[in-house]
């Protein structure tokens, strides 16, 4: 086969992810060592690839510069020059595995070029392509006596690719190229097969993409499409140590013990909720929370017996129910603060606005690495809809906990601290405990110690103006001010001008003469169908000891019955400066 024929037959393939761990220090007919490199450097970080050819099938892997964590799959690619295909194989720690086959035919050819180089000792001839606005380089030869690739996305039948580049700056280079003795082996120095006997599920690219990807991640499911409704008499579990789910404040409020995974606190975790309407037909403040439990009292004892057993806050000769931290108490911990959309679901068939379709449910996703240390072992989460409604809603939560690494760890890593500090979002509202309308008159203030050797101190702040009317502060752009031992740190207001941009979540929301909709106005640090992102105010050069932190907000006045509120809660985060040590 001439050169030109053989450069013809290069193809290019993207979506296929690459290997990522070998299980053989293997060489057989022949080998080809590849490095990263990176603006004309080779990146030292990575692992080698290696090539290994034996007849008509060539095997890639990655040699890693560790130990792989338990859960990484053991990924390997295939060139099958026989039968004309490629396949990426993953074996999961449970022993399944999935395949992806890929007939060359099936792949994107590139163009070739007169330029060639030198590599290793091989005269390359350079081809190209552009796919998916990336520029792509390779260098291939047919004079090596094996076939292959540094990477399953590129394929030269009957020749050999010794390097790639990807936009003109990073790729893979072979670095060695030869045949030597010895069987495959695995990672303890076992005999191992140098393709597996059975390819296990053949999947597309997306499902192995995707099986993969979960291999590595931890999720935790603590509700399962839970009712959250009012006056709905839902029957708790009868042992209080029962891992069931508990409904508190007249079915307002679903809590339930889950045990979370001791997880490295390189660990990023996300909060994922679903909602949907299954009968409440307006906008209504939601919050998950966690519940700390190692002070003498906590907001479980509120939850079972009532407002009466919290510590208070009195101000405005008005009491403000575990609201704050305390000597012994701690708040809940919020992990997202969401609105509810205007009845998405329940009523999209009874909704009919031409040119909108309806979602049918609303998905909450949040970032909330920066609690990890409260969301490991044992814990109590809930989650509060305030409604009135005996159908309420319907959610569904899970944490989803993705590793730092694909390798095992051999130095420790930062260690994170945090200090919930007050939470005014009144999930005990059916069972009397007060709005968050101190501010009126008062600051909210609590004081805090903070301990030796802790860094980068931040108050993350969530904050939502309600009041729904045209004077409340719903409606009305308010400052809040955060004031650290006396002096003001921080003043921004909090204020939402996109909520248009979330119609297609609303319903039932009311549809005005001038072509506007309820769900359309601007609001106070929220949108109906939407999380309240949190913000990250520095402490900068905080010292170890006692400190007080105090929240001011330009409040409005009463309107007859009508009254604002504002439901803020902050913690405090950071890191120790020295690592763990056994």
Known sequence: MSRSTVAGLLFLVFGLALPNLA????????????????????????????????GGLSRLFERPLGIPIPAAPITLGYFDNTNRNTRETALFPDGSRCTVWTDFDSLAQLEITNEHEEILGFDCTKATTEIRSNRIEVWFTEDAGMTGSPSLRLVAPNALVLKFVQNGSSGWIAERFGSESGGAKDLSGQPTPFAPDQWGDKVDSAEYRARVTE?????????????????NEIENPTDPSDAGTFHYSKGTVAVRRV?????????????????????DAYDRTGSVFLIPTERERSFLDGLKNGTDALPVVTSNDAEYQGIVATEDY????????????????????????????????????????????????????????????????????????????????????????????????????MSGQNYGTLFEKDTLTVEFDLPKGVEDVQLRYLTTGHGGWGGGDEFNPKQNKILLDGKQIASFIPWRSDCGTFRELN????????????????????????????????????????????????????????????????????????????
């Open 330 to 429: 701690l708040p809940p911990l919020e992990l997202i603060r969401f609105i509810t959309p205007f009845g998405i679901g329940h009523f999209n068939e009874g909704s009919k606005v031409r040119g909108l379709e309806w979602d049918e449910n609303a998905a909450y996703v949040m970032d909330v690495t920066a609690l990890l240390p409260r969301l490991r072992g044992e814990v109590s989460i809930g989650v509060f809809i305030g409604n009135y409604d005996t159908g309420g809603h319907r959610v569904s939560l899970r944490l989803r906990y993705f590793p730092g690494s694909k390798l095992q760890r051999t130095t420790p890593p930062v260690r994170h601290w945090t200090a919930p500090l007050f939470n005014t979002v009144n999930a005990l509202e």
């Open 507 to 582: 319903p039932s929301s009311g549809n005005f003469w001038n072509g506007m909709s309820s769900s359309d106005f601007s609001r106070s640090g929220w949108c109906p169908g939407t999380t309240v992102s949190p913000v990250l105010i520095p402490l900068d050069g905080l010292a170890p000891g006692r400190h007080r932190i105090s929240v001011a907000i330009e409040m409005g006045a009463k309107a007859g019955n009508s009254f604002s509120s504002w439901n803020v809660s902050g913690v405090l985060v950071g890191r120790f400066a020295e690592p763990a040590t056994d």
């Open 215 to 231: 291999s590595y991640v931890t999720t935790v499911t603590v509700f399962e499409n839970e009712q959250i409704s009012f006056g």
């Open 23 to 54: 299980t053989a220090t293997e060489t057989q007919a022949g080998t080809v060592t590849y490095h990263a490199f990176a603006n004309g450097e080779e990146l030292t970080g990575r692992g080698k690839r290696v090539l290994v050819q034996m």
């Open 259 to 279: 045990v979370l995974p001791p997880v490295d606190d390189d660990t990023m975790v996300f909060a994922e909720l679903i909602e949907t309407s299954n009968g």
